[in-house]
């Protein structure tokens, strides 16, 4: 199973206060682990209150009341930059071919002098799991898994995100039930 690229959406009966209600894009799977980001939790922090964080000059009006998002429990204090294309930046981990997660400071360096990707989500904070933990997880019946969207990611606000991936399993909230069930 390699769920690289796949949104994992939380099930009802997953009630962790970290996980519950979450959409989380995972940005690579190998039998070593998981490893993604929480894409419907916006802070309380846009891009110009971090940029005046690190003392940074942000020179793209188009990007600047995005949202930081809360991306996982591990690292929050650092932070994380989703974003395409994939460009070339000291620390990226690819993604995909058009996509990429990185970590240095140069990719937000480029963002403030008005350049860097096109499209950009920002985390602090990463969600990681352990080799056999998301499996184990997902036969739990603690998450759903679609193959991404990043439009839904990118294009969408944070409060539609959820819905969005449901809808590319054809489910409506309405459907989702805490209970698991046998026929």
Request: proline share 5%.
């Amino acid at each position: 199973m390699n769920l690289s690229q796949h949104f994992l959406i939380a099930m009802p009966n997953l009630v962790d206060p970290i996980f519950a209600k979450t959409l989380a894009f995972v940005c690579d799977h190998t039998d070593q682990g998981a490893m993604g980001v929480i894409v419907n939790r916006p802070l309380d922090m846009s891009l110009t209150t971090l940029f005046e964080q690190i003392d940074v000059e942000l020179h793209r009006p188009d990007v600047a009341e995005l949202p930081v998002c809360f991306g996982g429990p591990v690292q929050t204090d650092r932070g994380f930059v989703l974003h395409k294309p994939l460009g070339d930046w000291q620390s990226t981990l690819s993604v995909s071919d058009e996509m990429g997660l990185t970590t240095s400071k140069d990719i937000l360096l480029a963002v403030g002098e008005g350049s860097g990707p096109e499209q950009i989500f920002v985390t602090l904070g990463y969600a990681g799991w352990e080799a056999g933990q998301l499996e184990n997880e997902i036969a739990q019946n603690a998450w759903l898994s679609v193959e991404a969207d990043p439009e839904i990611i990118f294009a969408l606000p944070a409060e539609e995100r959820y819905e969005a991936a449901l809808k590319l399993l054809g489910i409506d909230m309405a459907m989702l039930s805490d209970e698991a069930g046998h026929a």
